[in-house]
Structures are given as structure tokens and as C-alpha cells.
């Protein structure tokens, strides 16, 4: 099992930026698709973005495409969202979520582990 456990969140100004972390543990993130997700009160559980175990390669959601950015650390074994730009409708709680295969990367209920999730709030 890995256990994950996000940090970072918080209250910023429109405009501003915040860069959640994910740190993981149990188990080496380098075998797991890794994503981001967020759930505004009221709203339904939505992707963010990901990152598939076997590339480098990145999936963002339309909302959030050019920026926030995804990555990882393999070597602190940590996935970061670094979130610009922010907006009043970004405002939600933010959860990290691993799983072993890398399709249907955006369907939370596809990733077998999750976080507990972080709040950032964003003011206008």
C-alpha cells in the first residue's frame, strides 16, 4: 500500500500561486500513475491532472491547462501541483491519488489511493 499526504494549500489573491505537495510513503510513487484532483462544496470531484507511471508525460483539465503544473520528485518520492494564475473558481479541496495501471487517468474512481485532501481558497 502507499499512503499519501498533501500540504501546501492554503488562502491566496487571485493572480497568485501555490505549489501543493504529495508526499508518499509504503511504496516508490515511480510505480504508480499519479494524479491531482479537487472538490468544490456542492460539486462533484473533478481531475486536475496526471502523470502515468510508464512517461514523463503530463494530462491537465481544460480549466486548468497552461497554469498549473504537475510533477514529480522520484528521489523524495513526492508529486507536486504548482498552481498559477489562480482564480476564485479554482477554490476547492485538492487531493492527490495514486493507482498501478495508466489508463483512464482522469476517473478518480479508477485510483486505488488517496490522500486527504488540502484546502486552497482563492479570494477575489
Known amino acids: 500500500q502507499v499512503q499519501l499526504v498533501e500540504s501546501g494549500g492554503g488562502l491566496v489573491q487571485a493572480g497568485g500561486s501555490l505549489r501543493l505537495s504529495c508526499a508518499a510513503s509504503?511504496?516508490?510513487?515511480?510505480?504508480?500513475?499519479v494524479g491531482w484532483f479537487r472538490q468544490a462544496p456542492g460539486k462533484e470531484r473533478e481531475f486536475v491532472a496526471a502523470?502515468?507511471?510508464?512517461?514523463?508525460?503530463?494530462y491537465y483539465a481544460d480549466s486548468v491547462k497552461g497554469r498549473f503544473t504537475i510533477s514529480r520528485d522520484n528521489a523524495k518520492n513526492t508529486l507536486y501541483l504548482q498552481m498559477n494564475s489562480l482564480k476564485p473558481e479554482d477554490t476547492a479541496a485538492y487531493y492527490c491519488?495514486?493507482?498501478?495501471?495508466?489508463?483512464?487517468?482522469?476517473?478518480?474512481?479508477?485510483?486505488?489511493?488517496w490522500g486527504q485532501g488540502t484546502q486552497v481558497t482563492v479570494s477575489s
Open positions: 491519488a495514486a493507482k498501478t495501471s495508466m489508463n483512464l487517468y482522469s476517473r478518480g474512481s479508477s485510483y486505488n489511493y
Open positions: 509504503g511504496r516508490t510513487l515511480s510505480s504508480y500513475t
Open positions: 502523470i502515468p507511471w510508464t512517461s514523463s508525460s503530463t
